[in-house]
T-cell receptor, first 115, second 113 residues
Framework: GAGVSQSPSNKVTEKGKDVELRCDPI?????LYWYRQSLGQGLEFLIY????????KSGLPSDRFSAERTGGSVSTLTIQRTQQEDSAVYLC?????????????FGSGTRLTVV | AQSVTQLGSHVSVSEGALVLLRCNYS??????LFWYVQYPNQGLQLLLK??????LVKGINGFEAEFKKSETSFHLTKPSAHMSDAAEYFC???????????FGQGTELSVKP
């Protein structure tokens, strides 16, 4: 696609429910990243994919968080048993891995509210 | 370990005045540096990047930044602020082409008429 697409744009869920957030990166971008943006914590790295593998998942805050990427394209971030502290904007980004760093191209984010 | 510090969580300027947003980094090797802008309810948009070529980098919307190794700084400037520049600005660093970005805490820019 022309840009990074994220869905849904907004999600309200009840505490304890599972949620899935989707990211469709720019076609041909081999690197995909998930970040979380919240008022108290700023922009935090969650996980990075190179192709379908995740060489760096050091930012996942707990084992309730997981992510996968299939076909070197779409990625899904899953949060199980959501808690109120999971409320944040989840941003996906992609980049072309083999060039001099061009910076990430970000999607518009998914705003997650846990009630 | 890499880190980024943005001095001033909020900066207010008058329309037409100079914009200066400060960013200092900490890195054991030469980094790659970026400035992003975020408008309300939108994702981040790349303003400009430093990748070890020219130390003075020009970006979109009239912004530029200068990499100063001796000061470990990468401050963002614009000679004349427009109302449309009001947004949040983030400085970020990475060490390699595949690496995650480490962001500063952001600076909210307000522009007064």
């Amino acid at each position: 696609g022309a840009g990074v697409s994220q869905s849904p744009s907004n999600k309200v869920t009840e505490k304890g429910k599972d949620v899935e957030l989707r990211c469709d990166p720019i076609s041909g971008h081999t690197a995909l990243y998930w970040y979380r943006q919240s008022l108290g914590q700023g922009l935090e790295f969650l996980i990075y994919f190179q192709g379908n593998s995740a060489p760096d998942k050091s930012g996942l805050p707990s084992d309730r968080f997981s992510a996968e990427r299939t076909g070197g394209s779409v990625s899904t971030l899953t949060i199980q048993r959501t808690q109120q502290e999971d409320s944040a904007v989840y941003l996906c980004a992609s980049s072309s891995l083999w060039d001099i760093p061009q910076g990430h191209t970000f999607g518009s984010g998914t705003r997650l509210t846990v009630v | 370990a890499q880190s980024v510090t943005q001095l001033g969580s909020h900066v207010s300027v008058s329309e037409g005045a100079l914009v200066l947003l400060r960013c200092n980094y900490s890195s054991s090797v030469p980094p790659y540096l970026f400035w992003y802008v975020q408008y309300p309810n939108q994702g981040l948009q790349l303003l400009l990047k430093y990748t070890s070529a020219a130390t003075l980098v020009k970006g979109i919307n009239g912004f530029e930044a200068e990499f100063k190794k001796s000061e470990t700084s990468f401050h963002l400037t614009k000679p004349s602020a427009h109302m449309s520049d009001a947004a949040e600005y983030f400085c970020a660093v990475t060490l390699n082409q595949g690496g995650k970005l480490i962001f500063g805490q952001g600076t909210e820019l307000s522009v007064k008429p």
